[in-house]
Antibody, heavy 123, light 108 residues
Framework: QVQLQESGPGLVKPSQTLSLTCTVSGGSISSGSYYWSWMRQPAGKGLEWIGRIYTSGSTFYSPSLKSRVTISVDTSKNQFSLKLSSVTAADTAVYYC???????????????WGQGTLVTVSS | DIQMTQSPSSVSASVGDRVTITCRASQDIGSWLAWYQQKPGKAPKLLIYAASSLQSGVPSRFSGSGSGTDFTLTITSLQPEDFATYYCQQANSFPALTFGGGTKVEIK
């Protein structure tokens, strides 16, 4: 059973960089059948896709966040990471890491999610 | 960008009721649509992919239909554990993902 676990600071000051890591267990992050994504959800609101990374290292980001987002992967540690720069209060949200299906009928869907971690941007 | 619009935003229903949620895409996405269930404080859970395929382990009272721009999630005989928020997600505009705004199923 694949499990994903987010880790990182729960409080970030405005203008600083939010950094989160997702540790994958129960499966290899190097599997070519999947991609790895970050999503977020402000309190009481809907889900927002932040970006994704493939094990090749190729990345794709949401156009609205592209200038501030970096996603990277460390296959030796079975982890991938999110950095979001110049944060403001609007970036306060629960951040989820997730595994996406790369091919077949379920391509593009998210089949495993981390439990989520709340990141608050405040001084 | 493909926009996903769900309706209604909330619905009140009783145990045993049939509930239908609609999701509309701003352009043709074929059958590249998924449905998720999210309970308070929890991560979303994949219910349906490819518009109508049931994810392993999901009860058969959940079903999905539609193609192109109009899609439906139906819950037949609503159970207490089904009270949650449901999201649709388009998987056509790879690599971007877009979610609908969500539909909250509440106890009547």
């Amino acid at each position: 059973q694949v499990q994903l676990q987010e880790s990182g600071p729960g409080l970030v000051k405005p203008s600083q960089t939010l950094s989160l890591t997702c540790t994958v267990s129960g499966g290899s992050i190097s599997s070519g059948s999947y991609y790895w994504s970050w999503m977020r959800q402000p309190a009481g609101k809907g889900l927002e896709w932040i970006g994704r990374i493939y094990t090749s290292g190729s990345t794709f980001y949401s156009p609205s966040l592209k200038s501030r987002v970096t996603i990277s992967v460390d296959t030796s540690k079975n982890q991938f990471s999110l950095k979001l720069s110049s944060v403001t209060a609007a970036d306060t949200a629960v951040y989820y890491c997730a595994r996406g299906v790369l091919s077949g009928a379920a391509a593009g869907t998210i089949d495993y999610w981390g439990q989520g971690t709340l990141v608050t941007v405040s001084s | 960008d493909i926009q996903m619009t769900q309706s209604p935003s909330s619905v009140s229903a009783s145990v045993g009721d049939r509930v239908t949620i609609t999701c509309r895409a701003s352009q043709d996405i074929g059958s590249w649509l998924a449905w998720y269930q999210q309970k308070p404080g929890k991560a979303p859970k994949l219910l349906i992919y490819a518009a109508s395929s049931l994810q392993s382990g999901v009860p058969s009272r959940f079903s999905g239909s539609g193609s192109g721009t109009d899609f439906t999630l139906t819950i037949t005989s609503l159970q207490p554990e089904d009270f949650a928020t449901y999201y649709c997600q388009q998987a056509n505009s790879f690599p971007a993902l877009t979610f609908g705004g969500g539909t909250k199923v509440e106890i009547k």
